[in-house]
């Protein structure tokens, strides 16, 4: 009931072009909704969250769309650059009870130039 | 610039030598997290500080311990390694919500561990 199912595992786009990456949970107690970007060799790095009042959040190029009921959340990166190129993680926690994230198992995006 | 620190970036140690890896924030953070990532997966969390209470992953081998002397500083010590310990050490900050939970963590730059 922990686990976040994370989708693809690897994921090539053209430039210009929309990446998806979609994560599942099972824990309805869940109450945060954070996506952490990593480059090779560096840590990951907070690029946008979520909390489940909302069912879509927008920051520049990236968005993510929430679906409460379904128990779905996805990272939707629009006109997608070479500079994406990343391993991207979609995490969850309960904000309110501890400082446990449970993680997606990563995909790994590569954008074409 | 505030941000979480981690030395050294790259670490080498012989099988069962005694290593420490360090992290420093200037955040003012009062939770710290010591993950580990092995190649193409996901960080797994080792154990937190929540100031000073330790909490341990049910899971983390007796092996890693770990020591926060104060607010700013904490450290990993891996007291005996094995092969299956090289991997990249992460640690991570986040701020009390005060009653709330905490907030967002954030990461360190990671430490490569190699063990020969």
């Known amino acids: 009931q922990q686990q976040v199912k994370q989708s693809p595992q690897s994921l090539i786009v053209q430039k210009g072009g929309i990446s998806i990456i979609n994560c599942a949970y099972e824990?309805?107690?869940?109450?945060?909704f954070p996506w952490y970007q990593q480059f090779p060799g560096k840590g990951p790095a907070l690029l946008i969250a979520?909390?489940?009042?909302?069912s879509e959040k927008k920051e520049g190029r990236f968005t993510i769309s929430f679906n409460k009921s379904a128990k779905q959340f996805s990272l939707h990166i629009m006109d997608s650059q070479p500079g994406d190129s990343a391993t991207y993680f979609c995490?969850?926690?309960?904000?309110?009870?501890?400082?446990?994230?449970?993680f997606g198992e990563g995909t790994q995006l590569t954008v074409n130039p | 610039d505030a941000m979480v620190i981690q030395n050294p970036r790259y670490q080498v140690t012989q099988f069962g030598k005694p290593v420490t890896l360090s992290c420093s924030q200037t955040l003012n953070h009062n939770v710290m997290y010591w993950y580990q990532q092995k190649s193409s997966q996901a960080p797994k969390l080792l154990f937190h500080?929540?100031?000073?209470?330790?909490?341990n992953e049910a899971d983390t081998p007796d092996n890693f311990q770990s020591r926060r002397p104060n607010t700013s500083f904490c450290f990993l010590d891996i007291r005996s390694p094995g092969l299956g310990d090289a991997a990249m050490y992460l640690c991570a900050t986040s701020r009390d919500l005060g009653g709330r939970g905490t907030d967002t963590q954030y990461f360190g730059p990671g430490t490569r561990l190699t063990v020969l």
């Open positions: 995490a969850a926690t309960e904000e309110t009870s501890g400082s446990r994230l449970t």
């Open positions: 500080y929540y100031d000073k209470d330790f909490n």
């Open positions: 824990n309805t107690a869940f109450d945060y």
């Open positions: 979520i909390r489940p009042d909302v």
